[in-house]
């Protein structure tokens, strides 16, 4: 089992235990541009705009929690965290899952979690456009689900605005690893507790119950150098 649990700020923002009362008809509530949102995202590095991207999953995902026993979408947030720190830690699956899962809650948390690997994919090639896009994605589709709006807004303007001081696009490079919990808005974030937090964090993960993680082994496999999920 993954082993994230609900951030404060969006425990905070009182987005669980609503009805669902949206509709849902798939690609077409979330493939949408939003220039000015793109604009702001490639100001952040590659590692930065994954960091988005994952946490803006996370308001999907526990926005609908109470309302399924899906468990795959947490699983590749927890991945998309865990390639933060090294990319070589994750894998993407090759092929459709969970066709099952339909309508307004498991159908939703099956496209967050598509989008998340596209994301990902990105990631991996180094596709700028195409990772920031796919974060507008997750960014449309979280403001489809959540009852009140103005609380992840409001989050998004402002972990974007601390990514971009923290975390800006230098062209070629990824740039550094971003904890899980820069994005937590509400509190203070000093980036010299970035190693210490990004190592607890890998040390908590047990790759035998994502599988969206690879082994040990695997990672070594894919020419890894020290021990994995491990901070090198």
């Known amino acids: 089992m993954p082993t994230l649990s609900i951030p404060a700020y969006i425990l905070h923002a009182d987005v669980q235990n609503k009805p669902v009362a949206h509709a ?24 930065a705009r994954l960091a988005c991207a994952a946490a803006t999953a996370e308001w999907i995902y526990w926005r609908l929690r109470g309302e399924t026993d899906f468990d795959a979408p947490l699983q590749m947030i ?3 965290w865990a390639a933060n720190c090294d990319v070589r830690y994750c894998q993407t699956p090759t092929v459709s899952e969970f066709e099952d899962r339909k309508g307004p809650v498991n159908g939703v948390l099956r496209a967050s979690k598509d989008i998340l690997a596209n994301v990902l994919r990105s990631y991996k090639a180094e596709s700028a456009g195409s990772l920031t896009s796919r974060t507008v994605y997750l960014y449309f589709l979280a403001r489809h689900v959540l009852p009140d709006k103005v609380a992840f807004d409001a989050w998004l303007k402002a972990a974007i605005k601390r990514l971009a001081l923290l975390y ?9 690893p971003v904890p899980r919990e820069a994005m937590n808005t509400e509190e203070d974030f000093q980036k010299a507790d970035a190693p210490r937090l990004l190592a607890e964090f890998l040390g908590r993960l047990t790759p035998a119950e994502n599988r969206y993680l690879r082994s040990p082994e695997q990672v ?5 150098a020290g021990t994995p999920y491990r901070l090198s």
Not at 220 to 224: C, D, K, S, T
């Open 168 to 176: 800006p696009h230098v062209e070629g490079q990824l740039g550094e």
């Open 220 to 224: 070594l496999a894919e020419g890894f």
């Open 24 to 47: 849902w008809r798939g690609a077409a509530d979330f493939t949408r541009e939003n220039d000015k949102l793109a604009q702001q995202l490639t100001t952040l590095s590659l590692r």
């Open 78 to 80: 927890e991945a998309a």
